[in-house]
């Protein structure tokens, strides 16, 4: 499994509309072979970020994806980012926390 974490900043008064125009990309993201787990969420403590998290069954369908990315398959819309901070995470293992 591989994890993709980590946030977008943004200009407070655009946070709203930031999601929204990812909302699409979101659903889209989540169809993808190998994707496990998408989603872009604002940070209720912080107007000016935007939480990624992401879960991929493993790094081919990371590379599917960004490959995508990469040729244009993007669908986000709306106001861009004014920073990122994204790292990817290879999971040697899981189990419950409960």
């Known amino acids: 499994m591989v994890i993709v974490a980590g946030h977008f900043v943004v200009d407070p008064a655009d ?3 930031f999601v929204a125009g990812r909302v699409e990309a979101m659903r889209v993201t989540r169809e993808e072979p190998g994707c496990l787990e998408y989603v872009m969420a604002a940070d209720p403590l ?3 970020r935007v939480v990624l998290y992401e879960r991929w069954a493993d790094q081919t369908a990371l590379d599917a994806h960004l490959a995508l990315l990469a040729a244009g398959g993007s669908r986000a819309t709306g106001p861009a980012p004014l920073g990122f901070e ?4 290879d999971v040697a293992g899981e189990r419950s926390l409960g």
């Not at 994204?86 to 995470?89: A, E, F, T």
């Open 15 to 17: 946070q709203a509309a």
């Open 46 to 48: 912080d107007p000016g």
């Open 86 to 89: 994204v790292r990817v995470y």
